[in-house]
């Protein structure tokens, strides 16, 4: 009897928990109140520690790649369903409990049973919430309306329970259960219908809120477009630096210039930060003559545009990861705002903190050594996308993305030395970007008749930070490195497109490649994971001719 009510209790979670997270989802969409299982598994990522997190980052990205699943596509979808199945999960393990100790005390619930289960299960949730949510109305309004959903969900409890265990005939009163049994819904009738509306409420709810993500998605792209008179898009564009390159990449290698669109995307909340960029100052302090409240506007205006070609990567990404992507990124160089700024003689270093929780701290010398290091507010000819860090990021040459804070909010100078948030999560303090090549496509389908020779266009990219590329070889069935050929790069900043023809032999091969930096440092061809400083490795791929 126990087993069975706890299987009830934990269905009956099941379908209270899915239309609870519909309705919620749906509220966000239309008003902007809190979706709880992000902001639970936010607030997770933050508290937990530095190896929890590595580990279950290390995990999802493993288990994406066994199953050759896109992770550059994918990685945040899958947040959002470890995010979603831990709130619903935390809703049937309620249901179970509830139903077991109802079970045990072996009397009907009342109203203020209910009302305490739902505040027990709620109210943990309901202050993580307030503390580690994203959204921008008043925190009563949010608690009003949570403790009302989750109070709700309690009472739901109650009024399904005494449906279901105080309707079904007791052995003193068989004769009076039987005659009602005409007019009372069966148990199972009635579990059909709770599945029922439970499944309309998730469904019409979820999907009008995915309706609503969408079109305000594409009004938010909409409008960063539109608050710049300028584009450097489609006919306008000016030729590529590398527009007269005689080499062409062999077919099937990625896109050279990444389409925004396809830009990956990393960040620590489960949802991008959304800031107002009408609204937006950011504020340079601490050890500094002149503290300086900079607009948009200003840092449009009063500092020298820098556009720079640039390819940024991801430090979780495997051997041939696809955590990686290139386009033209615009800004003030951080040198020229920091001199304006006069920093004073005692500071060594630069804190920055980010709308999102994120805070990096980079050397003053660093940033005196490099004018190139950026404050960016434009990819592309457009302002930062809202997913990529909207209104200002910074960019720090050949360092992983992990170094270089989106949504910034604020800049510290200081003496002071502050290890940056994945610093802090225990990944490497430098984070200097690995040489990589990766092989892209065998191309079978493209075979060159050279001759009496028949090619086999091989092609891909390779990377070594602000370093450069010198040289790209393949070798096939472990046979002699044979040299490449390059492309020229968009910048020293960007990674080179190579390829190699490959003469045409019959059945099943093994390819890799090698690269080597632009002093001829040969990229670290020993196989070691992502944590703590980036993969290293050997890139292979099979091809069946």
Same mark, same amino acid.
């Given at each position: 009897?126990?087993?069975?009510?706890?299987?009830?209790?934990?269905?009956?979670?099941?379908?209270?928990?899915?239309?609870?997270?519909?309705?919620?989802?749906?509220?966000?969409?239309?008003?902007?109140?809190?979706?709880?299982?992000?902001?639970?598994?936010?607030?997770?990522?933050?508290?937990?520690?530095?190896?929890?997190?590595?580990?279950?980052?290390?995990?999802?990205?493993?288990?994406?790649?066994?199953?050759?699943?896109?992770?550059?596509?994918?990685?945040?979808?899958?947040?959002?369903?470890?995010? $979603?199945?831990?709130?619903?999960?935390?809703?049937?393990?309620?249901?179970?409990?509830?139903?077991?100790?109802?079970?045990?005390?072996?009397?009907? @619930?009342?109203?203020?049973?209910?009302?305490?289960?739902?505040?027990?299960?709620?109210?943990?949730?309901?202050?993580?919430?307030? +503390?580690?949510?994203?959204?921008?109305?008043?925190?009563?309004?949010?608690?009003?309306?949570?403790?009302?959903?989750?109070?709700?969900?309690?009472?739901?409890?109650?009024?399904?329970?005494?449906?279901?265990?105080?309707?079904?005939?007791?052995?003193?009163?068989?004769?009076?259960?039987?005659?009602?049994?005409?007019?009372?819904?069966?148990?199972?009738?009635?579990?059909?219908?709770?599945?029922?509306?439970?499944?309309?409420?998730?469904?019409?709810?979820?999907?009008?809120?995915? +309706?609503?993500?969408?079109?305000?998605?594409?009004?938010?792209?909409?409008?960063?477009?539109?608050?710049?008179?300028?584009?450097?898009?489609?006919?306008?564009?000016?030729?590529?630096?590398?527009?007269?390159?005689?080499?062409?990449?062999?077919?099937?290698?990625? @896109?050279?210039?990444?389409?925004?669109?396809?830009?990956? #995307?990393?960040?620590?909340?489960?949802?991008?930060?959304?800031?107002?960029?009408?609204?937006?100052?950011?504020?340079?302090?601490?050890?500094?003559?002149?503290?300086?409240?900079?607009?948009?506007?200003?840092?449009?205006?009063?500092?020298?545009?820098?556009?720079?070609? $640039?390819?940024?990567?991801?430090?979780?990404?495997?051997?041939?990861?696809?955590?990686?992507?290139?386009?033209?990124?615009?800004?003030?160089?951080?040198?020229?705002?920091?001199?304006?700024?006069?920093?004073?003689?005692?500071?060594?270093?630069?804190?920055?903190?980010?709308?999102?929780?994120?805070?990096?701290?980079?050397?003053?010398?660093?940033?005196?050594?490099?004018?190139?290091?950026?404050?960016?507010?434009?990819?592309?000819?457009? @302002?930062?996308?809202?997913?990529?860090?909207? @209104?200002?990021?910074?960019?720090?040459?050949?360092?992983?993305?992990?170094?270089?804070?989106?949504?910034?909010?604020?800049?510290? +100078?200081?003496?002071?030395?502050?290890?940056?948030?994945?610093?802090?999560?225990?990944?490497?303090?430098?984070?200097?970007?690995?040489?990589?090549?990766?092989?892209?496509?065998?191309?079978?389908?493209?075979?060159?008749?050279?001759?009496?020779?028949?090619?086999?266009?091989?092609?891909?990219?390779?990377?070594?930070?602000?370093?450069?590329?010198? #040289?790209?070889?393949?070798?096939?069935?472990?046979?002699?490195?044979?040299?490449?050929?390059?492309?020229?790069?968009?910048?020293?900043?960007?990674?080179?497109?190579?390829?190699?023809?490959?003469?045409?032999?019959?059945?099943?091969?093994?390819?890799?490649?090698?690269?080597?930096?632009?002093?001829?440092?040969?990229?670290?061809?020993?196989?070691?994971?992502?944590?703590?400083?980036?993969?290293?490795?050997?890139?292979? #791929?099979?091809?069946?001719?």
């Amino acid at each position: 009897m126990k087993n069975s009510s706890l299987g009830t209790g934990a269905l009956v979670g099941a379908l209270l928990t899915a239309p609870l997270m519909a309705v919620m989802y749906l509220a966000d969409q239309l008003a902007g109140l809190p979706f709880v299982p992000f902001d639970l598994f936010d607030w997770m990522t933050r508290v937990l520690p530095g190896p929890v997190i590595t580990f279950g980052i290390e995990t999802m990205i493993n288990t994406l790649t066994r199953l050759g699943i896109d992770v550059a596509d994918t990685a945040k979808l899958a947040e959002h369903a470890i995010a $979603v199945l831990q709130f619903f999960l935390g809703g049937v393990l309620a249901g179970a409990v509830f139903y077991a100790v109802a079970k045990a005390r072996q009397t009907r @619930p009342d109203w203020m049973v209910s009302l305490v289960t739902g505040a027990l299960y709620g109210l943990p949730q309901i202050a993580i919430s307030l +503390v580690a949510g994203g959204t921008s109305l008043h925190p009563l309004i949010n608690l009003a309306w949570l403790l009302a959903l989750f109070l709700g969900w309690g009472t739901a409890f109650k009024w399904i329970y005494a449906r279901l265990e105080w309707v079904r005939p007791r052995p003193e009163a068989i004769e009076a259960a039987e005659a009602r049994s005409v007019q009372a819904i069966d148990r199972r009738q009635f579990l059909i219908l709770l599945g029922t509306s439970a499944a309309t409420i998730t469904v019409v709810g979820s999907s009008l809120a995915a +309706v609503l993500a969408r079109a305000e998605r594409r009004r938010g792209e909409q409008t960063l477009q539109d608050t710049v008179a300028h584009s450097i898009s489609g006919d306008e564009r000016p030729p590529f630096p590398n527009a007269n390159d005689p080499l062409s990449p062999a077919p099937g290698t990625r @896109p050279e210039y990444t389409p925004l669109k396809d830009f990956y #995307k990393v960040f620590i909340r489960s949802e991008p930060t959304v800031i107002d960029g009408s609204t937006w100052v950011l504020p340079i302090t601490g050890l500094v003559d002149n503290q300086l409240m900079l607009t948009l506007d200003d840092l449009r205006q009063r500092y020298p545009r820098r556009d720079q070609y $640039v390819t940024i990567s991801c430090i979780s990404g495997r051997v041939g990861t696809n955590l990686i992507s290139t386009t033209l990124w615009s800004g003030a160089s951080l040198k020229e705002v920091l001199a304006e700024a006069k920093v004073q003689q005692a500071a060594r270093y630069l804190n920055i903190t980010s709308g999102d929780g994120f805070h990096e701290t980079i050397s003053l010398e660093l940033i005196e050594a490099d004018e190139r290091l950026m404050l960016c507010y434009d990819w592309d000819g457009y @302002p930062l996308p809202v997913d990529h860090g909207f @209104p200002l990021r910074v960019w720090i040459p050949d360092r992983y993305g992990m170094k270089q804070p989106k949504w910034i909010t604020a800049m510290e +100078v200081t003496d002071q030395y502050k290890p940056g948030f994945w610093v802090e999560r225990r990944w490497d303090e430098l984070a200097q970007v690995k040489a990589t090549s990766v092989i892209d496509t065998v191309a079978v389908d493209a075979v060159i008749q050279d001759g009496e020779r028949r090619l086999v266009p091989v092609g891909g990219i390779a990377f070594a930070g602000a370093r450069q590329i010198s #040289k790209v070889e393949l070798r096939v069935d472990g046979g002699p490195w044979e040299a490449a050929q390059l492309r020229s790069p968009f910048s020293e900043t960007t990674w080179v497109i190579w390829r190699y023809d490959w003469p045409f032999q019959e059945g099943r091969h093994i390819v890799e490649v090698r690269c080597a930096e632009g002093d001829g440092t040969p990229q670290i061809e020993a196989t070691s994971e992502a944590h703590p400083s980036g993969a290293t490795g050997i890139h292979r #791929k099979e091809a069946n001719l």
